[in-house]
């Protein structure tokens, strides 16, 4: 199993960032995804997560109205939409797949 993000950078406040994720390993279409998130000297914490099909999202109350997460199964690739950034934001953003995890990338919010 294999999960690659990218997408993460500097964006100031209010700004937008899409992170992807391409999974490899598994049959990526049956299976829900999520992404997490972890900033300095907190916890891991659960920013979305999407059903196999797409057809049911959930996410963080930190996030609902600014982050939409969906998929494509048939590029074995799940995003994340992050708009109307904070500085709160700032973390490492990791893919997730059972107890498989991404690398990880690193989203700085900051003027």
């Known amino acids: 199993v294999q999960l690659v993000e990218s997408g993460g950078g500097l964006v100031q406040p209010g700004g937008s960032l899409r992170l992807s994720c391409v999974a490899s390993?598994?049959?990526?279409?049956?299976?829900?995804m999520s992404w997490f998130r972890q900033a300095p000297g907190k916890e891991r914490e659960l920013v979305a997560i999407?059903?196999?099909?797409?057809?049911?999202?959930n996410y963080a109350d930190s996030v609902k109205g600014r982050f939409t997460i969906s998929r494509d199964n048939g590029k074995n690739t799940v995003y994340l939409q992050m708009n109307s950034l904070k500085p709160d934001d700032t973390a490492v953003y990791y893919c997730?797949?059972?107890?498989?995890w991404g690398q990880g990338t690193q989203v700085t919010v900051s003027a």
């Open positions: 999407i059903t196999s099909t797409g057809g049911s999202t």
């Open positions: 997730n797949w059972r107890l498989a």
């Open positions: 390993g598994f049959t990526f279409s049956a299976y829900a």
